[in-house]
């Protein structure tokens, strides 16, 4: 079949599966699989080889990252259990003050909270940031809501664990820990920067308070995100730092005897509880460090192994938080994680069925013709394919992956860092996020804003990150 022939029929199949997706509401699994096969129909794979390669494929993506979101998942649904992340800002806002905020409270999700499956982390952090935001001063609601927007959506896609960040180093055969260290190298500077620019515009009237915020949920604040369905907490009455680590479904202890013991218990130091996640992530970057630098240190090499480390942070995170939330919620969170990691293993493993069937069509040979005379074109092709998908169909993890399913091949054809088509992928993903995403609607509710404030601190700001993140990904080509 011609090259020509190959490009349009993988065209055909990826915007059929955006027109399913949005048009049709057909589920976004589904979606990635039918256009799979039309594509190795479409090539001449034939039916037997287009079925092995979707199967290959999706199980060849399980065998690299399908651990690895597990546990991760795991870990971030018992940390919410604990209640860390209320306890986390909470410190933030006490060591930093309040001017601060909006850059330590962002560069903390987008960082170290990452484990956190990204709806559960938004709906536990928003109310919280929310009733925070005027200490700030003006422009209180502004401010944070972008920060939150652009460290969430950042960190899902640059950091390890987040899901998309495993699933793109998966894919592009990145080893995790050098996707780890990149991802750091990246979205620190894109978060910092981002918020100031976005600050910066706020500050020259970009940001009006009577018309971008919803002041119909002022009455409600105290009660607005947070645990509903706890026994006995009244609408409005304010709970503490300790109650709000509780899931939503669980009920508050009755008794003062049991209040008191329970309240004990969950007061574990907050550097306790993050210390199994901080260990495997420090475990993988060792790893890393070891294997650039060609160290021979068998029992670190070991332990860095992005599968041991996360089974060593997961162990570590259930063993302390047992101490601080009881032996049945830990249970209850692992079986909350189950579920969550559920859909993203699928979506994650039909990405990787699309991935191979672009590879066996050939892709990967006709793309490298095209771009080997330069390595920088090759991350702005990805980086507005992805941002195109998203603008689509509204998802930044389903857009990153579609993205770097398609130009993985052309990665060795060029000579090209996969780990820069990775955060290219992801940065792309970034752009424009809007009244199609989940996440968009979540920020403009819980955090107070109108639909208008929401196309600004979100729609905007996340896509003034994308932009940064491009921008700062296209020298690290230059000198990787």
Same mark, same amino acid.
């Given at each position: ?5 190959? =490009? ?25 699989i039918l256009a799979s096969v039309y594509l ?15 199967? *290959? ?62 709806? /559960?982390? =938004? ?15 003006? #422009? ?30 998966? =894919?592009?055969?990145?080893? #995790? ?21 976005m600050t910066f515009l706020f500050r020259r009237?970009? !940001? ?66 993050f210390a199994p996640l901080l260990t495997s =992530? ?16 068998? !029992? ?23 101490? $601080? ?43 490298? *013709? ?10 702005? /092709?990805? !980086?507005?394919? $992805? ?39 992801? $940065? ?12 968009? !609607? ?5 955090? *107070? ?21 491009? #921008? ?5 080509? #230059?000198?990787?």
């Open positions: 079949m011609s090259d020509i022939a190959v =490009l349009i029929n993988t065209a055909v199949a990826v915007l059929a599966a955006v027109l399913l997706i949005v048009r049709f509401r057909v589920n976004p699994v589904i979606s990635l190795g129909l479409a090539v001449g794979l034939g039916v037997e080889k287009t079925v092995e390669t979707i199967t *290959g494929g999706f199980g060849e993506i399980m065998v690299d990252v399908g651990l690895l979101i597990a546990f991760g998942v795991l870990m971030g649904s018992i940390l919410n259990q604990s209640g860390a992340i209320r306890r986390l800002v909470e410190h933030l806002l006490k060591t930093f003050g309040p001017k601060r905020l909006p850059y330590t409270m962002g560069l903390a999700i987008g960082t170290v909270l990452q484990s956190i499956f990204l709806d /559960v982390l =938004l709906v536990i952090s928003a109310p919280l940031a929310r009733k925070l935001a005027p200490k700030i001063g003006k #422009l209180g609601t502004a401010r944070m809501a972008t920060a939150m927007a652009i460290a969430l959506e950042c960190g899902i896609v640059f950091t390890v664990p987040g899901v998309a960040s495993l699933a793109l180093a998966g =894919l592009l055969n990145v080893p #995790l820990g050098k996707m780890l260290l990149f991802g750091l190298l990246l979205v620190i500077p894109t978060i910092i920067i981002s918020i100031a620019i009237g970009f !940001w009006n308070e009577a018309k971008d915020e919803d002041h119909t949920f002022v009455a409600e604040e105290d009660s607005e995100g947070e645990e509903p369905e706890n026994g006995g907490q009244a609408q409005g009455q304010p709970t503490t730092n300790t109650e709000r680590g509780t899931a939503a479904s669980s009920a508050q202890p009755s008794g003062g005897s049991v209040a008191v013991v329970e309240r004990e218990r969950k007061e574990a130091p907050l550097i306790l509880l =992530l420090l475990l993988i970057g060792a790893g890393a460090i070891l294997e650039i630098f060609e160290i021979e240190l068998p !029992w670190l090499q070991l332990l860095g192994e992005p599968v041991i480390a996360l089974l060593i942070g997961l162990i570590g995170t259930c063993l302390v938080t047992r101490a $601080a939330i009881g032996q049945k919620k830990v249970e209850e969170a692992i079986a909350v994680g189950f579920k969550e990691s559920g859909q993203i293993l699928i979506l994650t493993g039909v990405g990787g069925s699309l991935a191979a069937t672009v590879a066996a069509a050939g892709l990967g040979d006709i793309l490298g *013709g095209f771009f080997s005379a330069s390595t920088v074109a090759p991350l702005l /092709v990805v !980086w507005a394919i $992805a941002a195109v998908l998203h603008i689509a169909v509204g998802s930044v993890t389903l857009s990153a992956i579609t993205a770097a399913g398609l130009l993985a091949p052309i990665a060795p054809a060029i000579g090209l860092d996969p780990v820069l088509l990775a955060l290219a992928a992801g $940065a792309g993903s970034l752009f424009m996020v809007h009244v199609t995403s989940n996440t968009f !609607w979540l920020l403009q509710s819980l955090l *107070g804003q109108s639909v208008r404030g929401a196309l600004k601190s979100v729609t905007v700001g996340v896509s003034v990150a994308s932009v940064v993140a491009i #921008l700062l990904i296209l020298p690290m080509s #230059l000198l990787f």
